[in-house]
């Protein structure tokens, strides 16, 4: 009966024992945790929210987070018309969208420039998804994997600003809110601290074994916590006056459309729906032996759309389908449904409590920067592990080579676009993803590919 019961971990339904569940849920969400609650902690900080308000975008970000996953557990509807793939997988807040939610927040637009984007761009994601086997043509691996290596190139700076310790810190930033001398940006111990969080990332990764390899960020950053607090870079003031329970609010934010806005998100949310055709593929073939059937990519890249929408109402940013807890299946096999919704309910309750959430805001940003740095390289890597999938040839190399150089190029030059109006300024030039991905789709279709020897 025992080995009965634990053959249903390979099985996507049926009852596994709880505690080996348990355990296995604990494995998804520390691979993730970090990844889904950094950006909004980025955004935060972009936007120069008041502290009420970031702890209500980390609180929003891991509701929908876990709404997200558990549709794609449990789909909804007709098996024609389904939302959801019904496959294991896990949802949470994307850095694809980073650069992007950064122009726009910095901007002017705020979070409610970035939920009107959220709704364009789940509009978008649908049309893909009841599209997606006419709209992935569009999209070969040397498409998704030049604009994946751009994003991760564009977060670079985002990282060392962090390791530096915020560029909102200045001196006189610091002494006007009575913060540590430490907390100035630049200063030796912002980069002490940086330094010492990435170099136990590295070891953990390198060196470390099971839970320890898996959660080496989680674990890295909690020595690099540990280390700021005797600098003086932790306060506990305001953790303690948020309340331990509280439901999500309906447009916390508020919304407004912006079409320089929607245009970079409603791109974006094209390339990843794209992309999720990826993990849902990995999922079905490492832990299913077996390829994934046009409806479960429908529903999956449907469900995907519809519950953006949801999160942008409720004040969450973008999610997608996270590519380490894909490895994480692939590696171990477990595939049973209940694992999954363990983890999308742990999720859902540190989501619900504001007391968590402010507790994550009291990461020093040298910290995060120290241990994101890592995350922000691997995402460069997985795209050139995409590009060098297809055959480097002259034509493609263009391809790869031109519209990364146009992207961050222009981007990195901030008055280059100095004398168009405002909106095409946005649009491309705050972030390198949007000029990447029009100008590598547009190469792929006019230059001519090489004829194939006889």
Known sequence: MEKRNRDTLFQFTGRPPMGAALSLALQHLVAM???????????????????????????????????????????????????????????????????????????????AAIAGAMVVGGIVALIVGLAVDKIRVLFPPVITGTVVFTIGLSLYPTAINYMAGGTGNTAEAVAAAGLPESMIYGSWQNWLVAAATLIAVMVLNQKGKGICKLASILLGMVFGYILSAFFGMVSFD?????????????????????????????????????????????????????QPTNAELRGGITAYGITNIIGACLGGLPTATYSQNVGIVTTNKVVNRTVFTLAAAFLLLAGVSPKFSALLTTIPQ????????????????????LIASAKLDARNTTIVGLSAALGVGISQSSAALSQFP????????????????????????????????S
């Open 33 to 111: 945790i970090v990844g889904c609650v950094t950006p909004a902690i980025i955004v935060a900080n972009a936007v120069g929210m008041p502290h009420y308000q970031q702890v209500l975008l980390i609180q929003s970000s891991l509701v929908v987070s876990a709404l997200s996953t558990l549709l794609q557990l449990f789909p909804v509807g007709p098996k024609a018309m389904r939302l959801g793939a019904g496959l294991p997988v896990i949802l949470g807040v994307s850095f694809a969208y980073v650069p992007s939610m950064q122009a726009i927040a910095s901007g002017g637009g705020g979070v």
């Open 422 to 453: 405002e909106s095409v300024a946005m649009i491309f030039g705050k972030s390198p993803v949007v000029i990447a991905t029009i100008l590598a789709v547009v190469l792929n279709l006019l230059l001519p590919k090489e004829q194939k020897e």
């Open 366 to 385: 040298c910290v995060l920067g120290g241990a994101t740095i890592t995350v922000f390289s691997t995402i460069a890597m997985t795209g050139m592990k």
């Open 238 to 290: 305001k953790v303690g006056q948020a309340a331990w329970f509280a439901l999500p609010e309906i447009l916390p934010f508020g919304i407004t459309f912006e079409p320089s806005a929607c245009i970079a998100i409603g791109l974006l949310f094209a390339i990843n729906a794209i992309q999720a055709i990826g993990d849902f593929t990995a999922t079905t073939v490492g832990g299913l032996d077996r």
